[in-house]
């Protein structure tokens, strides 16, 4: 088992090597300085596409902008959010927490982008229903349909052996262990027939059940963290000063944490956003092809905000409560960690229950979400048939991911995100100008009629 972890630990290094972290987070920092700090400036307009009435009544879709949003965030709020964190606090320090804020940062601005180009260049299918991702802005924008079928593949990949099955499982599994002494076996049963359920009636199915289930957990889990951060409100000062003092000094001076190096610092903090909030992976844009809508730019602006809640709202939720805590510098880590510092900041019984539900519900929706994107993905690559096949392997990975390693889930996760990124990210440098055009042209023409724009047909 050691050389096996081995193995996947040189391959993980050699993916997440200083060549993707530049082009994520570079690819971010120019669409952020070409659409002049879009994420920042037209934030308040977004919520407001969100929040709003219209939710494409008569508009070309499947779902409406909220459900799309909802689906996506069910695929990105999930272990990312409370194991993720931990595990890079872990490994890099509390200054992981503040590359965590960096990445997603300029990640809204890619988000933006690549769901832009999901609504601008989806298509029906056979079936009637919208299809659209990077692999048709890469093969209908970009002209490369082997980039487009690479995509594919590797997102099938991650559905099946990434941050789809074994994370969420694994760690559903050992959250019902822990906390309510559930056999790993009886967990694995009621949760495949779960997803078997939801799964079974396609995107509407998972749409609904995600506008339902997400907004609830998130307001649940933030509340939770906020009461935390309240009863240790003394330490919060000097915690977020060791979050931004740390991620420049590669080391953390407290307890017998060794210290981590600035690079691990920044790639454990990188790393761990992207698994949670995926932006430049080209998941999100899947879901984002499917809302009814009319404006490629607006879907944008909605779709961005899933990394500004999932990122900078809840996984800072997270980090703030493992630092106050102090519980990051002690022996634990992954969920067991969380818990701990719920504990120390709550009650002992009650802190458990709240992370143990908490990922119940976030893994499961995550669950559920990466297996629509991977079905978009295998419906891409083989068609309609394929699709019954691919679910059965999908809820036999399900059923069988809770009986795998933590260490070695994260590392298969972490090297086929990475894998998945680099299609994606080629397509949004090469269609940066489509981007750009039409976001131009769309606040232009709000300006030039001194009111709000009106929807721009895709």
């Known amino acids: 088992m050691s050389s096996i972890q081995s193995a996947l630990t040189a391959i993980d290094n050699l993916v997440w090597g200083p060549p993707l972290l530049i082009l994520l987070v570079g690819t971010g920092v120019y669409l952020t300085l070409r659409l002049g700090l879009l994420q920042l400036v037209r934030l308040?307009?977004?919520?407001?596409?969100?929040?709003?009435r219209d939710q494409g009544q008569g508009k070309q879709g499947d779902v409406s902008s909220f459900g799309a949003l909802c689906t996506a965030l069910s695929a990105t709020i999930g272990t990312g959010n409370i194991v993720g964190v931990a595990t890079a606090i872990k490994l890099g320090g509390p200054g992981a927490l503040f590359w965590m804020w960096m990445a997603a940062l300029f990640g809204m601005a890619t988000k933006y982008a690549e769901c832009l180009l999901a609504v601008k260049y989806r298509q029906l299918d056979s079936n009637g229903q919208m299809a659209g991702g990077p692999m048709y802005y890469l093969e209908k924008g970009l002209g490369s349909r082997w980039l487009a079928k690479l995509f594919a593949l590797f997102g099938i990949g991650v559905a099946f052996f990434g941050i789809g099955t074994f994370p969420q499982v694994n760690a559903i599994s050992d959250a019902m262990s822990l906390s309510f002494s559930v056999p790993r076996e009886a967990t694995a049963v009621v949760l495949t027939l779960l997803v078997a359920l939801v799964t079974l009636g396609g995107i509407k199915s998972i749409s609904s059940v995600a506008s339902k289930v997400v907004p609830f957990m998130a307001l649940f889990y933030i509340a939770a963290c906020l009461g935390v951060l309240v009863n240790s409100a003394g330490a919060l000062p000097d915690a977020i000063a060791?979050?931004?003092g740390s991620a420049f000094s590669g080391h953390a001076a407290t307890g017998g944490f060794v210290g981590a190096s600035i690079m691990?610092?920044?790639?454990?903090?990188?790393?761990?956003?992207?698994?949670?909030?995926?932006?430049?992976?080209?998941?999100?844009?899947?879901?984002?092809?499917?809302?009814?809508t009319d404006s490629c730019v607006e879907q944008g602006l909605v779709s961005m905000t899933g990394t500004f809640i999932d990122?900078?709202?809840?996984?800072?939720?997270?980090?703030?409560t493992l630092v106050v805590t102090g519980v990051w510098s002690g022996d634990l880590s992954g969920a067991a960690m969380t818990s701990a510092a719920f504990a120390q900041g709550l009650d002992a019984h009650l802190g458990q229950y709240l992370v143990s539900i908490g990922l119940l519900f976030f893994a499961f929706t995550t669950i559920l979400g990466w297996n629509y994107y991977g079905e978009r993905c295998t419906h891409y690559l083989f068609g309609t048939r394929a699709i019954k096949p691919y679910r059965f392997i999908y809820l036999g990975l399900v059923a069988g991911g809770a009986f795998l390693h933590l260490d070695m889930i994260w590392l298969l996760a972490d090297i086929v995100n990475g894998l998945m990124a680099v299609p994606n990210l080629i397509g949004l440098i090469g269609l940066r100008h489509v981007v750009i055009a039409e976001t131009r042209a769309y606040f232009k023409r709000g300006s030039d009629s001194e009111a709000e724009p009106e929807p721009q047909t895709a």
Do not use: D
Not at 264 to 292: D, Y
Not at 311 to 320: A, F, H, N, S
């Open 44 to 52: 308040p307009f977004a919520l407001k596409l969100v929040f709003g």
């Open 242 to 244: 060791l979050v931004v």
């Open 264 to 292: 691990l610092a920044i790639q454990s903090g990188v790393a761990r956003g992207v698994f949670s909030n995926e932006s430049g992976l080209g998941s999100a844009p899947i879901a984002a092809a499917a809302a009814k």
């Open 311 to 320: 990122t900078l709202i809840i996984c800072t939720m997270t980090g703030l």
